[in-house]
Nanobody
C-alpha cells in the first residue's frame, strides 16, 4: 500500500499563491503517477493535474493550465502543486492520489488517496 499525506493548504487572497505537498510512503515503487484532485462543497470531484512518477510528464486540467504547476522530488518521495494567480473558484479540498497503470484524469483509476487539505481563496 502507498500512504499519502498532504500539507500546505490555507487561506489566501485572490491573486495569491500556495504550494501543496504530497508525501508518499510505503510501496512507492508501485506508483506510476500521482495526481491532484479537488472537491468544492456541492460539486463533483475534479481533476487538477497529474505527473508520472519516473519521467515527470505532467498533465493539467484546462481550468488550471498556466496557473498551476505540478512537480515531484523522487529523492523525497514528494509531489508538489504550486498554485499561482488563485481565484475564489479554486476554493476546495485538495487531495492527492496515486495510481499504478498510466496517467489519467479519472479518479477511479487512483487507488491510494490522502486525507486532503483545505484551500480557501477569498475575493
Amino acid at each position: 500500500q502507498v500512504r499519502l499525506v498532504e500539507s500546505g493548504g490555507g487561506l489566501v487572497q485572490a491573486g495569491g499563491s500556495l504550494r501543496l505537498s504530497c508525501a508518499a510512503s510505503g510501496r512507492t515503487f508501485n506508483i506510476y503517477a500521482v495526481g491532484w484532485f479537488r472537491q468544492a462543497p456541492g460539486k463533483e470531484r475534479e481533476f487538477v493535474a497529474t505527473i508520472t512518477w519516473v519521467g515527470g510528464t505532467a498533465y493539467y486540467a484546462d481550468s488550471v493550465k498556466g496557473r498551476f504547476t505540478i512537480s515531484r522530488d523522487n529523492a523525497k518521495n514528494t509531489v508538489y502543486l504550486q498554485m499561482n494567480s488563485l481565484k475564489p473558484e479554486d476554493t476546495a479540498v485538495y487531495r492527492c492520489a496515486s495510481e499504478r497503470h498510466g496517467p489519467t484524469d479519472s479518479p477511479y483509476a487512483y487507488d491510494s488517496w490522502g486525507q486532503g487539505t483545505q484551500v480557501t481563496v477569498s475575493s
